[in-house]
């Protein structure tokens, strides 16, 4: 009786490295360890740089709670801002508006010497202060108190300071239903504020008109 062939069992071999999948996926590993790295260089070259913490008015003095630390990725050729690795320059005065967040300028910091704005406290009526906050922008109007007599011409009313920054609003309600009062800081132009006080003084009556775009003023 004829015996039948049996078949021969083939040993698995080790995958050689000219296997096209080992090389596929050698290929990936390596593609996936480059892009890694890459991600983690790009994320080592993020910068510290102080951002404003509130919104800054020009004029206003720094302290310590005017900023905060972020890091960031900057681009070439991008603004020169204000580097975090050195101490918050306290002391020192905002001589632009910056907005709460937003990153500070170094050219947006100097002394005192470059600060040409001084702070006054007018008061105005409620209706052209409504909706007014820090860092509103305001063009101010005077109208002289009206002058006694028949022959008296009326009041002209004149616009005295452009684009005044407002630093703080106060409103204040007096007793027995007597009107609200606003109280409105401003940082004005130095060489304003004298007209500004012989106005307050004159009981001139001020309207504040805001200007667009400032916060507070409406659009553009």
């Not at 001084?118 to 052209?128: F, I």
């Amino acid at each position: 009786m004829t015996e039948l062939a049996r078949p021969t069992a083939k040993r698995l071999q080790r995958p050689s490295w000219r296997d096209s999948r080992l090389v596929a996926g050698v290929l990936l590993v390596f593609v996936a360890a480059t892009l890694g790295a890459k991600a983690v260089a790009s994320a080592d070259d993020r910068v510290p740089v102080w951002a404003a913490a509130t919104d800054l008015v020009a004029g206003d003095r720094i302290d310590a709670a005017s900023f905060t630390r972020v890091d960031v990725l900057l681009g070439d050729g991008s603004v020169p801002y204000l580097s975090a690795d050195a101490p918050a320059p306290t002391g020192s005065f905002v001589v632009r508006d910056v907005r709460a967040g937003e990153l500070v300028p170094a050219s947006a910091v100097g002394s005192p010497a470059d600060v040409d704005v001084r702070r006054v406290t007018v008061r105005a009526d409620s209706a052209s202060t409504a909706g007014l906050a820090r860092g509103s922008r305001v063009d101010v109007f005077v109208t002289p108190k009206a002058a006694t007599g028949s022959d008296a011409e009326p009041p002209r009313t004149t616009r005295l300071i452009e684009a005044a920054g407002v630093a703080t609003v106060s409103t204040t309600t007096g007793g027995l239903g007597a009107n609200a009062t606003t109280s409105v800081q401003l940082y004005v132009p130095a060489g304003t504020v004298q007209d500004l006080v012989e106005a307050v003084d004159g009981d001139a009556r001020l309207t504040l008109v805001p200007v667009a775009g400032s916060a507070g003023g409406g659009g553009a």
